[in-house]
């Protein structure tokens, strides 16, 4: 024993002695980073910098090491040393900001290019490293692992859905592209599929109002797709990816250049031929799709650096699902029950900054979409045509406001097989197309108080040829009372007309009858969201944290009423009011060890009042809508053998569900979590290669989801084995039916 505790002893002597020392100073270009984390990988020897970017390690054992630099805004730095017996290493370190942390660039809240610290408004930014943690076909499905943001499937059959943002339906969120809002209506459901992940900057997410810029349908929030700029592309880039279901992606992307011009054209392709009926209900569990999608975006050099690109992109999808044997030869037909979908659709996108001294600039979009589906028997046929263009002179005026102007112009054509596309007259109905425009003008003006305050102010006005004047103001207020902590108040209005069989496909598909209750009337909302962010350094990493109150008020509100009558949905203006409330957190982690974490959490409180029958105001919960939901990702990274674990996934409480008369199935849903697990390894040159676990508990809802799958044309209703006279009902669904599945891919990216 005296031998072991003088052995302990002597060896603790001998590193005390001959350890070394490292100091030195952090800077960014003249600038010294306060605060800095710097430490040694795989050691638990760390320290943070002071005010001054100055730091000093000591003790450090003789032997080699690997010091890495983390500092909020920045680009990781790293760099190999020999540490000798007492010797003293004196380091000047240079590193980088990022874009990838507080100086994101954002332009969604303000169309102008801002720092993600200094913007008023709360902006979310995801790029599409974050969304590699769990790689999908479709930017739809990369939404699970955004906190507040839900991708709700619509339909057991034909798997279309929208997205949530804080307990709010799809319709009330704004997808654009680029800024262009070209994706909406009756390409609501594919507007997140097919972009080619080969061709996204990054995504940019807000909650909350956004009317005074983006028009008067981001009432529940907005998110924008930003495509990369063709300079700044990879040469060439590829990603294929398959699962052990059979579903096959694959994203292609190449840059060149033709004289001034540089382009980037992008391809993605999505195959899933394999029908699979796991829960046994002679239904196919997912979708089957036939996809491919083509973006071309070109960028011309100009003088003095100014704006000229334009996209276009083009997406074709062959999808359906239902019975098992169903094959195209039964579409329409009344014998084996199919949804089946044909979806074309073209989109022109483009901004010119305008020759001059004044940065003004105009922004144009157009799409043309064209939907052939099949509900069972019910064919719905629709075309949408949507032009949008767009001015606005940015100034900067006694170095206090930064003024925005502009003028907007949207035109609308739409035209179906149903009767909302019916004239009026009773006696002798004829087809009559909707056909709209809604001309727009803005003012924002965005002031500088002083160093710790900020106040943006907003107003919109626009004409509806349908409905007449909307007026949507808008104010923003941010407060930094101190350095790392930040205080954004905003306060916003909505108006929302309301495109029944474009927005919801309910509407259209399964045995319920559909029932308009009088003409409806445009939904109007008052919206304020209180959001505070705070950043944290430690002498083990730096911690990011944010958190929101929200409040929404609405009125007019019209949600389809699948309980006054069990055999129908019912649209009709709320006679009271709705509320869509809550609070929601997101909490990053970024350790100088090589794990990042990353939580958030969302609670809701979404309802509406609506008069019973002796006029008194009741409370009705809102369908399909989780009190409580949470997303997480955590990474850890082998940097020796550049392998890197992620472990993602999303948790949603209990949900009121649609149910029918005497239904048997349960009012609520269970809790449920999707979790995915990857591998990832990099190798030189540009490859990768990866692969894991997608839905690791392998949860699926119930297997009665669909009422009666075994009658969907309700021929047998009044079989002796249905006393209750359930009628075939596919509105039963919550999350998807695709179970556990292995996935595997395969990367490359030259960037010469």
């Not at 859905?161 to 709010?168: A, K, Q």
Request: proline share 5%; aromatic share 14%; with cysteine.
């Amino acid at each position: 024993m005296k031998h072991i505790f003088l052995t302990f002893f002597t060896t603790i002597i001998v590193v005390v002695v001959n350890a070394g020392t490292i100091k030195g100073v952090v800077k960014s270009g003249e600038e010294a980073v306060a605060f800095a984390n710097v430490g040694l990988v795989g050691t638990t020897y760390g320290v943070a910098c002071d005010i001054n970017g100055v730091f000093t390690l000591k003790g450090i054992p003789v032997g080699k090491y690997t010091v890495q630099i983390s500092a909020v805004g920045y680009k990781n730095y790293r760099q190999n040393l020999l540490v000798k017996e007492e010797e003293t290493i004196s380091l000047n370190i240079v590193i980088e900001k990022t874009a990838a942390s507080l100086e994101e660039v954002v332009v969604t809240g303000t169309l102008t290019e801002v720092s993600l610290m200094e913007s008023a408004v709360p902006i979310e930014v995801y790029t599409p490293q974050y969304f590699k943690k769990n790689p999908t076909p479709s930017l739809f499905e990369s939404l699970q692992i955004v906190n507040g943001v839900r991708p709700q499937i619509n339909c057991s059959v034909c798997n279309t859905g929208d997205v949530h943002i804080n307990g709010m339906e799809g319709p009330y969120t704004m997808i654009t592209i680029d800024g262009m809002p070209i994706v909406g209506g009756l390409s609501s459901v594919y507007g997140l599929n097919g972009i080619p992940n080969s061709m996204i900057q990054q995504m940019e997410v807000v909650k909350g109002p956004a009317s005074t810029l983006f028009g008067s349908e981001a009432v529940g929030g907005l998110i924008n797709v930003i495509t990369k700029s063709p300079e700044k592309a990879p040469l060439f880039s590829f990603d294929v990816m398959g699962t052990t279901w059979g579903e096959v992606n694959t994203d292609v992307s190449t840059r060149f250049k033709m004289g001034k011009a540089t382009s980037i054209i992008g391809v993605n392709y999505f195959n899933y031929s394999n029908p699979i009926d796991n829960n046994g209900d002679n239904f196919t569990d997912a979708t089957l799709q036939n996809r491919v999608s083509v973006f071309n975006k070109w960028s011309l050099k100009r003088k003095n650096d100014r704006i000229a690109s334009v996209g276009l992109r083009y997406i074709y999808e062959d999808r359906w699902g239902g019975e098992m044997q169903w094959t195209p030869q039964f579409r329409g037909g009344d014998s084996i029950y199919g949804e089946s979908i044909y979806t074309s659709r073209y989109e022109l996108m483009g901004k010119y900054q305008l020759p001059m001294d004044e940065n003004v600039f105009l922004s144009f979009s157009y799409s043309d979409h064209d939907q052939n589906s099949v509900y069972g028997t019910t064919p719905y046929i629709a075309e949408q045509n949507i032009a949008y263009t767009q001015l606005h002179w940015d100034k900067r005026l006694w170095d206090v406001h930064d003024v925005l102007l502009g003028g907007a112009f949207r035109y609308t054509y739409y035209d179906d097989n149903t009767s909302a596309t019916f004239s009026s007259d009773s006696l002798n109905p004829f087809n009559k197309p909707d056909n709209y425009v809604l001309p727009g003008l803005f003012l924002q003006d965005e002031i500088s108080l002083n160093e710790k305050n900020k106040l943006l102010l907003g107003v919109r006005y626009d004409y509806d040829s349908r409905h007449g004047s909307i007026f949507t103001p808008r104010a923003n207020y941010k407060w930094t009372p101190k350095e790392g902590n930040t205080i954004r108040l905003s306060f916003g209005t909505g108006y929302r007309v309301v495109n029944l069989f474009t927005e919801d496909h309910a509407a259209t598909t399964g045995a319920r009858e559909v029932v308009i209750v009088g003409a409806l009337k445009p939904e109007q909302s008052y919206n304020t969201n209180l959001h505070y962010q705070k950043f944290i350094n430690t002498n083990f990493g730096f911690i990011h944290f944010d958190g929101s109150l929200f409040y929404t008020y609405f009125t007019n509100k019209i949600t389809p009423d699948y309980e006054t009558n069990m055999q129908q949905i019912i649209y009709e203006n709320t006679g009271g009011y709705a509320i869509s409330q809550g609070a929601s957190f997101n909490t990053t982690f970024n350790f100088t060890a090589p794990i990042k974490i990353k939580l958030g959490g969302t609670f809701l409180d979404v309802y509406e009042m609506n008069k019973d029958e002796t006029g008194k105001l009741v409370r009705q919960e809102q369908l399909l809508t989780e009190k409580v939901s949470g997303t997480y990702s955590i990474g850890y990274t082998f940097y020796k053998s550049n392998i890197k674990i992620d472990y993602s996934g999303n948790v949603y409480g209990p949900m009121k569900l649609p149910l029918v008369e005497n239904d048997f199935r349960a009012p609520y849903s269970d809790w449920y979590s999707i979790q995915n697990i990857q591998v990832t390894k990099t190798f030189a040159k540009g490859w990768e290669i990866y692969g894991g676990i997608k839905n690791l508990l392998n949860f699926t809802p119930p297997k009665n989801s669909i009422l009666r799958a075994n009658d969907p044309f309700d021929k047998n209703v009044d079989a002796p084995d249905n006393p209750n006279g359930y009628t075939f009902d596919p509105t039963y669904v919550y999350a998807p039916n695709q179970g556990i599945r292995g996935f595997f891919g395969v990367r490359y990216t030259l960037n010469k």
